[in-house]
């Protein structure tokens, strides 16, 4: 079976990074929690590795201003930049995306410069913020937009909220798995954080299918 990330060339160098093949538009994942500390990094890194292992193009958006998820994974921005000139409109995203080990797996880095920019996905008032602009035009790469974020309450409201059943236990080779700049799948495939985070893959991958053949059926083309 041919691979289903294909991939093109990035403007600023000779590495390629995986462009979307499905026909559906990338859905937005946001890993939210009011707290520090609970996991969402862990999250949404695991996840992506997951989902990219699974052949689902994936963009994981990094809006940490820690760069966690950047770090995580060994990486650096490249000389296109990063999220802080994506959302200082200083760049546009395809210029700042980088490649992973996982051909399905992009990552949009960031450094420790996002302190203090706007983050904000939702529009508000009829005004776009630069995050969702920015998502906007990259969406029909991916299957899937992973981010990272620490939300003040009221943002809740704006999201669809779905509680998916997995649960991941506490496992220590989780909490190594950054220091060694990989995602725990190719930290450690056999350990029981692999396992909860592949799990969970399938179990976003199969709700993702079934709403969108839903919304398929229930807006079909004129
Ligand atoms: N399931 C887990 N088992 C063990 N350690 C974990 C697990 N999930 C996360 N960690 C570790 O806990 C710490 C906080 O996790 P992190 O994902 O950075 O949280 P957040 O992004 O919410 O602040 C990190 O050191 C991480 O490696
Ligand atoms: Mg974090």
Same mark, same amino acid.
């Given at each position: 079976m041919p691979p289903k990330c294909s991939t093109w060339n990035i403007p600023w160098g000779r590495d390629r990074v995986p462009v979307l093949t499905s026909a559906s538009m990338g859905r937005v994942i946001a890993i939210a929690?009011?707290?520090?500390?609970?996991?969402k990094t862990t999250t949404a890194i695991s996840l992506a590795a997951a989902l990219a292992i699974a052949e689902r193009p994936t963009l994981l958006l990094d809006v940490d201003p820690q760069a966690s998820s950047t770090k995580g994974l060994a990486l650096r921005p490249g000389p296109g930049g990063e999220m802080y000139g994506v959302l200082t409109g200083e760049a546009q995203i395809e210029e700042i995306l980088l490649p992973t080990e996982l051909e399905c797996l992009t990552v949009a880095p960031a450094s420790?410069?996002? !302190?203090? !920019? *706007? !983050? *904000?996905l939702v529009a508000e008032k009829g005004r776009e913020f630069p995050l969702s602009q920015a998502v906007a035009r990259v969406?029909?790469?991916?299957d899937f937009i992973l981010m990272s974020r620490q939300v003040v $309450?009221?943002?809740? $409201?704006f999201f669809k909220e779905k509680v998916y059943r997995t649960i991941v236990p506490r496992n220590v080779r989780l909490g190594e798995a950054p220091s060694f700049g990989k995602p725990i799948m190719l930290y450690d495939i056999r350990s029981r954080g692999a396992e909860s985070y592949l799990n969970l893959a399938r179990e976003v991958i199969r709700h993702h299918e079934k709403t969108s053949a839903r919304q398929r059926t229930e807006q079909p083309h004129p």
């Open positions: 929690n009011q707290k520090g500390g609970v996991g420790r410069d996002l !302190v203090g !920019v *706007e !983050v *904000e969406r029909d790469r991916f $309450a009221d943002i809740r $409201a």
